[in-house]
């Protein structure tokens, strides 16, 4: 085989000059590995929920609270509630014109709130069978008449219905409604309050005296307030309150351009709209029926209905012969179709229910208005922060009405907050059967998140009140009123990289100092390498091994030639 000669001298040559310059130390080492940022790890958790709570702020049954100072009596105290009525005439508060006196409310606002728990109430003028709550200085010689005194209703002519249409009583009602707005809108202590004022009860209604002709109304009289009176009260309350809800008895075009609630005081009797006069059949006609997307239905579960309603076979008196008459006594359609999220069912603290009576009873009440579950939360972990998204579902009737600041944390093993970040979850925008998600990014620098858990929290705007549970498996678990989502990610490892270089120039031989010559110290030279001494003679035997190989190589060639 014919090989040409020069190449192979010029490989020889080649091979041995790299040799040369490894053994000598001349190429540049690899340079070392850049830092690499660890790459970002991502957790995803899939929640597991429960069925609706029993107990969740501003939503459920509620008792009547007792007087303050006074203990409750109730045959079932442990019956889930979150709020508590009462009821007050305006005269506790009015002490003469232009003058007030909030006592009687901050009272019961306090014991309230002292037992964790947010209030409802009304004010009234005219509660049959009560002394009349028209403020004193409207009474006598000089006063207003009370000439419509009345004995239905127990009231034997105690109370008396006032002439709402009388100037000095609409004064009145607008200067106490404008100071009571400004004492107490958006106190957190209030969950909501009930328009009141006007009618038997503060319900709106002067039933039998309305107009129509009956037994009990033989000539028609209407004590009911004119429209244009009616309308300057509506007016007044809208000034009044820009946080606290408002809710009133009755739909109407007014109360639907305010943009009122509304409450329904014969739940599940008079509801359904079965008939002209029930509740639903005015909201319909009135065109409110989407009205609760936007604002609360609250009210109170007929009183006779409320000791056996529960009850299966239904046990309430005459309650065939009343449905044969178009009466309701169906809860679960009268909740689906009314929205509502509250109502007074005083018995069932009062009287107390039993067995599956009473388990159909707390069922009953945690299904009313919103019903919040996360179904997912995704985690992601990066140098210096957590990202947390999470997704919401609302599974109930109807949404949260009040938007309370939420937050995300950090947990330690602990429960002890960590890190937090302020969340917008926009609770109300949250109806039934929709969706949403909240995310937040938390500031991780410097900590230890070693067993770290991430969670979500909807505290209460009121201090020591419920917080807003959602219901899934993990509320609570590793701290009260915080849902935990999952565990923080470690931060995935990452191989180092390795910088590409270029090799360094071989040093020629020639341009070796020679040996003795001044500042060529053999020592002094490989320091600045990096060698030492013994790499020297490590160096020079390569060197020596190389030489003779060089020397075979020309001796080999040159035979052959």
């Known amino acids: 085989m014919t090989v040409d000669r020069t190449v192979k001298r010029r490989r020889a040559q080649r091979v041995g000059a790299l040799a040369l310059a490894s053994a000598l130390g001349l190429l540049a080492p690899a340079a070392a590995a850049a830092p690499a940022?660890?790459?970002?790890?991502?957790?995803?958790?899939?929640?597991?929920?429960?069925?609706?709570?029993?107990?969740?702020?501003?939503?459920?049954?509620?008792?009547?609270?007792?007087?303050?100072?006074?203990t409750a009596e109730f045959a079932d105290p442990d019956f889930p509630y979150s709020m508590e009525w009462f009821y007050l005439p305006v005269d506790s508060v009015v002490t003469g014109e232009g003058t007030y006196d909030w006592t009687a409310v901050e009272s019961r606002l306090d014991a309230i709130a002292e037992?964790?728990?947010?209030?409802?109430?009304?004010?009234?003028?005219?509660?049959?069978?009560?002394?009349?709550g028209v403020p004193d200085y409207l009474l006598g010689p000089d006063g207003i008449s009370q000439e419509r005194a009345y004995d239905f209703f127990d009231n034997d002519g105690l109370s008396f219905s006032p002439d709402y249409d009388d100037p000095r009583v609409v004064d009145m009602i607008v200067d106490f409604v404008t100071a009571f707005g400004e004492q107490y809108d958006g106190d957190p202590r209030v969950g909501y309050v009930t328009a009141g004022l006007i009618?038997?009860?503060?319900?709106d209604h002067t039933y039998p005296m309305d107009g129509v002709v009956s037994d009990e109304n033989p000539t028609g009289e209407d004590w009911m307030p004119s429209q244009a009176t009616r309308e300057t009260i509506w007016d007044a309350w809208d000034a009044a309150l820009d946080e606290t809800w408002l809710l009133a008895r009755y739909p109407s075009e007014a109360v639907k351009d305010h943009g009122f609630g509304l409450h329904?005081?014969?739940?599940?009797?008079?509801?359904?709209?079965?008939?002209?006069?029930?509740?639903?059949?005015?909201?319909?006609?009135?065109?409110?029926?989407?009205?609760?997307?936007?604002?609360?239905?609250?009210?109170?579960?007929?009183?006779?209905?409320?000791?056996?309603?529960?009850?299966?076979?239904?046990?309430?008196?005459?309650a065939a012969a009343e449905i044969a008459a178009g009466r309701d006594y169906n809860f679960a359609d009268s909740v689906d179709q009314t929205h509502i999220s509250w109502m007074m069912n005083h018995q069932a603290w009062a009287t107390g229910y039993t067995g599956q009576s009473r388990e159909r009873a707390v069922a009953a009440s945690a299904s009313l208005g919103y019903d919040l579950a996360a179904v997912q939360g995704s985690v992601t972990r990066g140098a210096g922060g957590v990202d947390v998204t999470l997704d919401l579902e609302n599974r109930g009737v109807a949404p949260f009405y009040y938007d309370w600041p939420a937050s995300m944390v950090l947990l330690d093993a602990q429960g002890e907050i960590l890190a937090e970040a302020p969340v917008d979850a926009n609770l109300p925008g949250l109806l039934p059967g929709t969706t949403s998600t909240v995310s937040a990014t938390l500031d991780t620098t410097a900590l230890d998140l070693t067993g770290a858990t991430v969670a979500f929290s909807v505290p209460n705007v009121m201090d020591g009140g419920l917080p807003l549970r959602?219901?899934?498996?993990?509320?609570d678990a590793d701290r009260d009123g915080y849902l935990s989502i999952g565990a923080v990610p470690a931060l995935a490892d990452v191989a180092p990289v390795a910088a590409p270089v270029e090799p360094a120039p071989v040093?020629?031989?020639?341009?070796?100092?020679?040996?003795?010559?001044?500042?060529?110290?053999?020592?002094?030279?490989?320091?600045?390498?990096?060698?030492?001494?013994?790499?020297?003679?490590?160096?020079?035997?390569?060197?020596a091994t190389l030489g003779g190989a060089l020397l075979l190589m020309r001796r080999k060639a040159h035979a052959g030639r």
């Open 37 to 70: 940022e660890p790459e970002a790890a991502t957790a995803t958790y899939e929640l597991t929920t429960t069925p609706a709570l029993a107990t969740n702020p501003l939503k459920g049954f509620l008792p009547f609270a007792p007087e303050p100072g006074q």
């Open 115 to 132: 037992r964790g728990h947010q209030s409802v109430f009304r004010f009234y003028l005219d509660y049959p069978a009560q002394e009349s």
């Open 199 to 203: 009618g038997f009860w503060g319900e």
């Open 264 to 318: 329904d005081d014969s739940f599940a009797y008079a509801t359904l709209p079965t008939t002209d006069w029930h509740f639903l059949t005015k909201v319909i006609a009135e065109g409110m029926q989407d009205a609760w997307q936007q604002a609360p239905v609250g009210g109170e579960l007929y009183p006779p209905l409320q000791t056996c309603l529960f009850d299966d076979p239904l046990s309430c008196p005459d």
């Open 470 to 475: 959602f219901a899934n498996a993990t509320q």
């Open 507 to 543: 040093v020629p031989a020639a341009a070796a100092a020679p040996a003795g010559a001044a500042g060529a110290s053999p020592a002094g030279d490989l320091a600045a390498t990096g060698a030492s001494a013994t790499s020297l003679g490590v160096a020079a035997a390569g060197a």
